[in-house]
């Protein structure tokens, strides 16, 4: 089977491979996602009780304080951020956070990426060439 190629924007550069969690519900990472263990807290998300650290994030967009772009940078030395977040739309608390924090990260795919993927899908996120690869 050939790899699906879905081109992006680059946000943030870096490269990474490995499984997707994907929700169509926007996230905060400021009360929304426990930067020490990386499962969501926020019990009215669809996320509710799973972990994010070391995944491919998929999600419509971020939302919340700007202190999110802290608890990412905060992931990241603790080691429990995703390994990559793939955005359709990026704002500037998750972008800044993924910045600060090194994690590669991709938005405004040029396919449906929230009906394309399904959890456990794995997946390669080439921010720097602005491609992700289904495999």
């Known amino acids: 089977m050939q790899k699906q190629v879905i081109n992006c924007r680059k946000i943030s550069k870096g490269h990474a491979r490995g499984e997707v ?16 263990t990386g499962v969501i807290i926020d019990s009215q998300h669809e996320l509710y009780g799973k972990k994010i ?4 994030l998929v ?5 919340g304080s700007t202190v999110g772009s802290y608890v990412i940078f905060q992931m990241a030395k603790n080691k429990t951020a995703p390994s990559a ?13 993924a910045i600060m924090a090194e994690i590669p990260m991709v ?7 929230l009906n394309i993927l399904k959890e456990g899908d794995i997946v390669e996120v080439d921010a720097d060439s602005g491609i992700i690869k289904i495999n």
Not at 23 to 30: C, E, Y
Not at 59 to 63: A, F, Q, R, T, V
Not at 107 to 113: L, M, S, V, Y
């Open 107 to 113: 938005d405004q795919p040029d396919a449906d990426i």
């Open 59 to 63: 999600i419509p967009s971020g939302k």
């Open 21 to 36: 969690i994907v929700t169509k519900d926007s996230i905060s990472f400021l009360g929304g996602v426990d930067p020490k």
């Open 85 to 97: 977040i793939i955005s359709l739309k990026a704002e500037p608390i998750i972008a800044t956070g």
């Open 53 to 56: 650290s070391g995944k491919i």
